[in-house]
Each structure stands twice: as C-alpha cells, then as structure tokens.
C-alpha cells in the first residue's frame, strides 16, 4: 500500500516545522557557550581579552573548543533523538529522504531569519540572565546579611592574611643548599 500525498505533505509541513525548532534549540546551545565566555563574531569582542598573556590566550583558546565540542555533541545527541522520536511518531518509523531534507530547510529559514537577530542580542540575554541570576542569589542569602556585616572585617583580614602568606617567596634549590650549608658551620642566617 502507497503513502497519500496529502500525508507526505503533511509530513513535510511537520518537517519545516522540527527543523525551525531545532535552530531555536541550536540558538539555546550558543547563549549557553555565550553564558561561559565562547564569543561569536556578530558580538562585540571584550577589550579586556586583547591584554592576556600569551599563555591565557591559548588557554582560553583550547577551554572556548573543548566546551564547544562538548555542547556540539550534547547538541547533536539531542536532535537524534528528537528526529528519532518524530520519525516514529508521525511517520510510522518509515525514514524517508525529504523528512531530513525539509528539517535542514526549516533550520536554515530559522538560521538565516531569526537566528542571527537573536545571537546578535545574546550579549544582551546573557547580560539579563546572569542580572537576574545575581538578584535571585542576593535575595536568597538577604537573611545572612547580618552576619556579613558582623564578621566581614574579620573573614576580609583572614582571606588578607592567606593572601599574604600565598605571596611569601618560596626559596629555591639553591638557597637551600647554601642555608644548610651555613647551618652545618653554625654561622647566622638571615
């Protein structure tokens, strides 16, 4: 028995229509890495970025791959599944070509419409979230503000005192050397 045609249009339908949600997923996966610092070249590049060292800069370089090859891959597990579960559901598990063709199409209308006005404005989403996360921490730890205001002179002078002891020089092989070496004939070391 043949497939109508008015069911595999309306499979097609369903298809554009996955796809433009899962361009809205792939948008969530570039705030997320946005949220942890990976830029793209629509935002506008942070000035403080251009003072790292060398070393950060390959650093942040390997740390901005590694997360974006980590949600790439969470990212494509999620859209087999998804594509998995829609096959089934409305096609009767049947794969048939033009699902995938249509779903890459709805995602390329989202990708190139709606997509790039909404990574534009992730700074701006970001910058809102991590606000509205702040607020949401301060007002959870609002009651322990007495006690901050109590014992902050003193957990700030034990937090200067650990930053002092982390800033002593550490003697090398060499001094060692010369300091037993001054012990063992009882001379003053200083």
């Not at 796809?19 to 809205?24: A, E, P, T």
Request: proline share 2%; aromatic share 16%; glycine share 6%.
């Amino acid at each position: 028995m043949g497939v109508s045609f008015l069911h595999q249009l309306s499979v097609s339908y369903h298809s554009v229509i996955l796809g433009f949600y899962l361009g809205i997923i792939y948008d969530i996966v570039r705030i997320i890495r946005c949220f942890f610092g990976v830029r793209y070249r629509c935002v506008i590049k942070r000035f403080d970025k251009l003072w790292l060292k060398s070393e950060e800069k390959k650093l942040n370089r390997v740390y901005e791959s590694l997360l974006m090859g980590i949600t790439d891959i969470l990212f494509f597990i999620i859209i087999a599944c998804i594509m998995a579960s829609f096959i089934y559901s409305v096609n009767s598990g049947n794969v048939r070509w033009y699902i995938y063709l249509f779903a890459f199409a709805g995602f390329l209308i989202y990708y190139l419409t709606l997509g790039k006005i909404i990574i534009s404005l992730s700074s701006l989403i970001v910058r809102t979230v991590k606000k509205v996360f702040r607020i949401f921490i301060m007002c959870m730890l609002s009651p322990f503000l007495p006690f901050k205001i109590l014992y902050g002179k003193a957990i700030k002078a034990m937090h200067n005192q650990i930053r002092a002891r982390r800033r002593v020089k550490l003697p090398d092989a060499e001094e060692i050397k010369k300091r037993t070496v001054l012990l063992q004939y009882g001379k003053n070391i200083k």
